[in-house]
């Protein structure tokens, strides 16, 4: 079998390129504002970054090359995206933030012809910005999406939709919304979901408050949304009816690898900046850094970091290649959440006091990090389903040698 992990020059020179846009224009605006995305100028800030990414040939590495993108597989998105997460605010200059990064994905493998003009065209081009709905309000859907409880049901023309979501991201500003909603059989029946496209100015579709959750960089928040007898025509069903839990998998496997990617570049600024203060600071005869205990907080954290990318790594071939990947994600998604919040915290650490003080980025870094151990799955959904999987197939062995 060959292996062979090197990347083409192009996709060099753009990890290149994208390191320099990040670290010099990116970076010192997330530090003038502590990570905190609205109080940067939340879409204003946007338009201006994204601007600016586009004149470095740095935007939309992921996008369709039709609508300006640059077309890249998941293989070769792992290194540009871990240098855009290098800053809170490099994914939103590079439009390759959740939940717009997942959904120009789905998109370009889903939409109709009219869809992909009317929906994905603006939104690869960070025209408008997305928002994706799926989870409710107990008893409805979260970690078990099957529990889904938002109906659409049948009306002239089209579908009538009557639900409630939340911890909807960016929704506040969106200029559309890609809704999950059951259309056949009843909440905790594993089929009977479909996709529909709604524009937000749509009657009947509500933002409700923000959810005040720990994390700071993401734009439009975490919202709650309302639909009340919000009608769409049937134009609006992505895909198939009955079949939106097929095409959820569609974006959940690629979005939980490209949140690995980018959240892994946060976690390394945080181990880069843990190891230049222990190199400098100076205690008990020596340099930090020259501490056993030090050194080896260094060493799990460089573990962790090439752990990840090679789980990383693997997802990526098996989804390049066309597969389900669902174990390899669900692996890679796993190690990766719990990684990531290591790497941070050992960072936080060895920089001492100051490794929770706003003058370095770390506590910001932690306050990001540490959810993704709950969305795109919680860690114990997915072990939960690897373990299911080996357990199903240890069955089968033992039956088929009875
Ligand atoms: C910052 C953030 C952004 C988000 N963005 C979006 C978005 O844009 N769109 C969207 O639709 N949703 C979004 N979500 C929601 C997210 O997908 C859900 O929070 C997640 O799926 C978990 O669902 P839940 O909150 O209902 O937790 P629950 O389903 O109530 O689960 C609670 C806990 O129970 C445990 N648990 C659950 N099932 C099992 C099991 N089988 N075995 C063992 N333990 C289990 C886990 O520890 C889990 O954390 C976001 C969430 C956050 C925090």
Redesign the pocket.
């Known amino acids: 079998m060959a292996v062979d992990l090197s990347h083409s020059d192009e996709v060099r020179e753009l990890v290149e390129r994208t390191r320099d846009f990040i670290r010099g224009v990116v970076v010192p605006l997330d530090d003038a504002h502590d990570g905190d995305i609205a109080a940067a100028g939340g879409d204003a800030l946007r338009r201006d970054l994204q601007q600016q990414a586009k004149a470095a040939g740095v935007f939309a590495p992921h996008g369709p090359v039709e609508f300006g993108g640059l077309g890249l597989g998941m293989s070769d998105r792992a290194p540009v995206f871990e240098e855009a997460g290098y800053s809170l605010f490099g994914p939103t200059a590079l439009n390759i933030a959740?939940?717009d990064e997942g959904n120009v994905h789905m998109l370009a493998h889903i939409a109709d012809p009219a869809q992909r003009e009317q929906f994905l065209a603006p939104l690869a081009r960070g025209d408008v910005r997305s928002?994706?709905?799926?989870?409710e309000p107990?008893p409805g859907a979260?970690?078990?999406p099957t529990a889904l409880r938002t109906r659409a049901v049948r009306a002239e023309g089209g579908w009538r939709i009557n639900g409630h979501?939340w911890?909807?991201?960016?929704a506040d500003g969106a200029a559309f919304f890609i809704i999950m909603a059951r259309t056949s059989g009843e909440p905790g029946e594993r089929g009977g979901a479909t996709m529909f496209l709604a524009p937000a100015d749509t009657p009947g579709l509500r933002v409700g408050r923000h959810i005040d959750?720990m994390?700071k960089s993401m734009l439009g928040g975490?919202c709650e949304v309302f639909f009340d007898d919000l009608l769409v025509p049937d134009s609006a069903v992505l895909g198939e009816v009955d079949r939106g839990f097929d095409y959820a998998q569609v974006r959940l496997g690629p979005a939980r690898m490209t949140h690995v990617m980018r959240w892994l570049g946060a976690a390394r600024r945080g181990h880069d900046m843990a190891v230049a203060r222990v190199v400098e600071r100076e205690g008990f005869g020596a340099r930090l850094a020259d501490l056993g205990m030090i050194q080896q907080m260094i060493a799990d954290n460089e573990i962790d970091i090439a752990a990840t990318r090679a789980l990383l790594t693997r997802a990526c071939w098996e989804l390049d290649r066309g597969e389900h990947a669902a174990n390899a994600t669900s692996i890679a998604k796993t190690f990766a959440a719990e990684a990531i919040v290591r790497i941070v915290d050992r960072s936080m650490q060895m920089c001492g006091g100051l490794g929770v003080a706003a003058d370095l980025p770390l506590a910001r870094l932690y306050r990001e990090v540490r959810?993704f151990r709950?969305?795109?799955?919680?860690?114990?959904?997915h072990r939960?389903a690897i373990a299911k999987r080996v357990v199903s197939a240890a069955k089968r062995a033992r039956r088929e040698a009875e």
């Open positions: 959740a939940p928002a994706f709905a799926m989870t107990a979260g970690s078990d979501k911890f909807i991201t960016g959750t994390d975490h959810p709950i969305y795109d799955g919680p860690s114990e959904v939960w």
